[in-house]
T-cell receptor, first 111, second 115 residues
């Protein structure tokens, strides 16, 4: 079953703009992870944020986590055409190890 | 190896046939996961191995699906009497020790098409 829901389902912006994607989930979690997927194949881990963390940065990526609202956001700053991909959030519930996935946000960066 | 390797990358089979999908995890990774992803959806958990044993196979949809990891490294996902609904991308991932806070590394997947 899917726990996360990404919002929006699809996002199209101009190169150079910032892209923000949101994820909501249902149960309490140990951590939340964001992944990127190109062309429906391999998934690449972007960032992991633990339940006791509120914000994390990695290069042009900024992730926030609000456990009271059961939501997270992924911000990509100064987007590039190469950022075009689908982005998924995945949660690891308490006392578990499975990644439970949302349906993803399809991001298109227009040159 | 350098990354998780899955073979074949594409497999077309006829309804009712048996298929095997192979996953070579990153060397030294004890945890291995199989997921299935349908078009436009996120991955769906199938099974998790810790070493040679299946720690959790609750995601396998029915008894036509079976997976092994006899030596704690390579894993094979086996599907008997394939059905058109089995068509999907089957993803394998491995992680160093498993558990909640470990990063999973994914292969490129096997696209299975049942005709």
């Amino acid at each position: 079953s899917q726990q996360g829901e990404e919002d929006p389902q699809a996002l199209s912006i101009q190169e150079g703009e910032n892209a923000t994607m949101n994820c909501s989930y249902k149960t309490s979690i140990n951590n939340l992870q964001w992944y990127r997927q190109n062309s429906g194949r391999g998934l690449v881990h972007l960032i992991l944020i633990r339940s006791n963390e509120r914000e994390k940065h990695s290069g042009r990526l900024r992730v926030t986590l609000d456990t009271s609202k059961k939501s997270s956001s992924l911000l990509i700053t100064a987007s590039r055409a190469a950022d075009t991909a689908s982005y998924f959030c995945a949660t690891v519930p308490d006392s578990n190890y499975q990644l439970i996935w949302g349906a993803g946000t399809k991001l298109i960066i227009k040159p | 190896g350098a990354g998780v390797s899955q073979t074949p990358s594409n497999k077309v089979t006829e309804k009712g046939k048996y298929v095997e999908l192979r996953c070579d995890p990153i060397s030294g990774h004890t945890a291995l996961y199989w997921y299935r992803q349908s078009l436009g959806q996120g991955p769906e958990f199938l099974i998790y191995f810790q070493g040679t044993g299946a720690a959790d196979d609750s995601g396998l949809p029915n008894d036509r699906f079976f997976a092994v990891r006899p030596e704690g490294s390579v894993s094979t996902l086996k599907i008997q009497r394939t059905e058109r609904g089995d068509s999907a991308v089957y993803l394998c991932a491995s992680s160093l020790i498993g558990g909640a806070n470990t990063e999973a590394f994914f292969g490129q997947g096997t696209r299975l098409t049942v005709v």
